[in-house]
């Protein structure tokens, strides 16, 4: 059963926090991403890694890192939180790339206000 | 011009009505996928297809590479249909910014 785990579902931080949101997947994926949903913009990609410890930056990069130091997890880090980060955050996973491996499992979310 | 247009963007019906969400993209792609998500933040991959149509219970994914379009139909809708469907194209995918239905019974 896929299964992807985002570590809190919801989580209040101050400005100028070090916020750290953790992603783990058990399916061996080779590939995972980091997604920011606000309402009007859709999801947009922050960033994804193709491998451990490989990471390639996403649409919306600015002010978010990631860590990929083990194959199922991928963390993402916001360095100094601030309150235009407040949203919601989607993690997900796939096998790898090629059309018959394109499809990708969701977290749950977590959402985060940023006070 | 946003490179994945969905429409509409909202969409009520009755149920057990035949229901019709619209994807249409501007960009070369290798793959589309229809994703549903429920009220609380939970997504679900729905489909993912490169040409003709799928089906799945009273779910059915289509897609015209040449027109660069896809439709989701739902058939005899159900309220716990109601949700927000999004469309994403290519490896990186780029989403639609998603429909959200409402089924009343």
């Known amino acids: 059963d896929v299964k992807v785990t985002q570590s809190s579902r919801y989580l209040v931080k101050r400005t100028g926090e070090k916020v750290f949101l953790e992603c783990v997947q058990d399916?061996?994926?080779?590939?995972m991403f980091w997604y920011r949903q606000d309402p009007g913009l859709g999801l947009r990609l922050i960033y994804f890694?193709?491998?451990?410890?490989?990471?390639e930056k996403g649409d919306i990069p600015e002010g978010y890192s990631v860590s990929r130091e083990k194959k199922e997890r991928f963390s993402l880090i916001l360095e100094s939180a601030s309150t235009n980060q407040t949203s919601m955050y989607l993690c997900?996973?796939?096998?790898?790339?090629?059309?018959?491996?394109?499809?990708?499992?969701f977290g749950a979310g977590t959402r985060l206000s940023v006070l | 011009k946003n490179e994945v247009e969905q429409s509409p963007q909202n969409l009520t019906a009755q149920e057990g009505e035949f229901i019709t969400i619209n994807c249409s993209y501007s960009?070369?792609?290798?793959?589309l996928h229809w994703l549903q998500q429920h009220p609380g933040g939970g997504i679900v991959s729905l489909f993912m297809l490169s040409s003709g149509k799928k089906k799945h219970g009273r779910l059915i994914a289509t897609i015209n590479i040449q027109e660069k379009h896809s439709s989701l139909h739902i058939t005899a809708s159900h309220p716990r249909d109601s949700a927000v469907y999004i469309c994403a194209v290519k490896r990186k995918l780029i989403f639609g910014t998603g429909t959200r239905l409402q089924v009343f019974p």
């Open positions: 997900a996973s796939r096998v790898g790339t090629g059309v018959a491996k394109n499809i990708q499992y």
């Open positions: 960009v070369g792609i290798s793959a």
């Open positions: 890694s193709y491998d451990v410890k490989m990471k």
């Open positions: 399916m061996d994926h080779e590939n």
